[in-house]
């Protein structure tokens, strides 16, 4: 069985980081590139960064730029996504999907993204 499952979340205050990571079981990520993408409450769904096999990183939300990065560990078949600079607006369900592909699109494409993991809530607040 192919999943994806992302920890780390939990709360935070205004100004701090965070390191999520997404876990593969079942597959090895290094097929695949990886996606980031949140949910806020009443929100549709966004993408935030897409990480290719080779470790580039593409960013999509505008709103992170210059505050969030993203790596992977092959060897241990994890991404991680590091949020730093967290606001209020970030809280958000982050999700982790896998699509198999080498490379990140320069634009978002979410329906290609084969496998999602269920999730972990971020709430920044002091």
């Known amino acids: 069985q192919f999943q994806l499952i992302e920890s780390g979340g939990g709360l935070v205050q205004p100004g701090g980081s965070l390191r999520l990571s997404c876990a593969a079981s079942?597959?090895?990520?290094?097929?695949?590139?990886i996606g980031w993408f949140r949910q806020a409450p009443g929100k549709e769904r966004e993408g935030v960064i897409c990480?290719?096999?080779?470790?580039?990183?593409?960013i999509y939300a505008g709103s992170v730029r210059g505050r969030t990065a993203s790596d992977r560990d092959n060897a241990e078949n994890r991404v991680y996504l590091r949020l730093m600079g967290l606001q209020p607006s970030d809280t958000a369900v982050y999700y982790c999907?896998?699509?198999?592909?080498?490379?990140?699109?320069?634009?978002?494409?979410?329906?290609?993204?084969?496998?999602w993991g269920q999730g972990t809530q971020v709430t920044v607040s002091s």
């Open positions: 990480i290719s096999t080779s470790g580039t990183a593409t």
């Open positions: 079942g597959f090895a990520l290094e097929s695949y590139s």
């Open positions: 999907a896998a699509v198999p592909r080498r490379l990140c699109r320069p634009y978002l494409d979410e329906s290609e993204y084969q496998y």
